[in-house]
C-alpha cells in the first residue's frame, strides 16, 4: 500500500503541483490524499484513474507495473515464462519481463524432435524478426523458400513472410527468437 503512495507522491512532486491543488482536481479532500501519499489509506481504482489521469500517467505506472521490468531485468533459463503451445511439439515462452515501453518482444521456441510452429505463430504480424538456433538443426519456411539453419545460426526477415520452422534434429532444439513490431 506504501508503494501506491510514493509513487503519486513522487510524480506530483515532479510536475511540481501542490497536494491541495491535486485534491481538488480529482475531487478527494487534501487530508484523505495525504493519507494515501503516507500509506495509510488505499485509494479506490476510480480515484487511482482519477490521479493518473490528472499527473498525466497511467493507472499501471502507478500501481507499478513496470516495477519487475525496472528494478530486476533479468530473466533466467529456468524462470522463462510460458506463452502457449501448439499441438505440433513446439512451445514458446517470454523471455523479458514485460514493458508498454518495449519496442521488441523476446521469445524462447521449444521444438520436440519433428516438432514445428505450425499453429503457434500468428500469421497476420507486421514487424521484423530474427532467430538464433541454440541448439539442434531448424529448418525455416520463408514464403515459398526452406532455409537450413544449425547451432548458432540465425536468420533476419519480415514477419509476414514466415510460414513455419520445424526441427531436423533427433533430439529438442531451442530457437531465441525476436520480434520487432512494426507500427502501422
Known sequence: MNKIGERIRKRREYL????????KGIGVTSSLLSQVENGKAF????TIKHIADYLNTSVGTLIGENDTFSSNPIIAWDDKK????????ATLYLMAHYSPLQTMEIYAVELEKEGNSKGLIDHRRNGQE???VISGDVSVVLQELTHELT???SIYFY?????HFE???AEKTYILWVLC???T
Open 167 to 169: 526441427n531436423n534434429s
Open 16 to 23: 511540481e503541483i501542490p497536494m491541495n491543488v491535486l485534491a
Open 151 to 153: 547451432i548458432n545460426g
Open 130 to 132: 530474427f532467430c538464433f
Open 82 to 89: 510460458f506463452v502457449k503451445s501448439n499441438n505440433n511439439g
Open 181 to 183: 513490431p512494426l507500427k
Open 159 to 163: 514477419s509476414h513472410d514466415l510460414k
Open 43 to 46: 485509494p479506490s481504482l476510480h
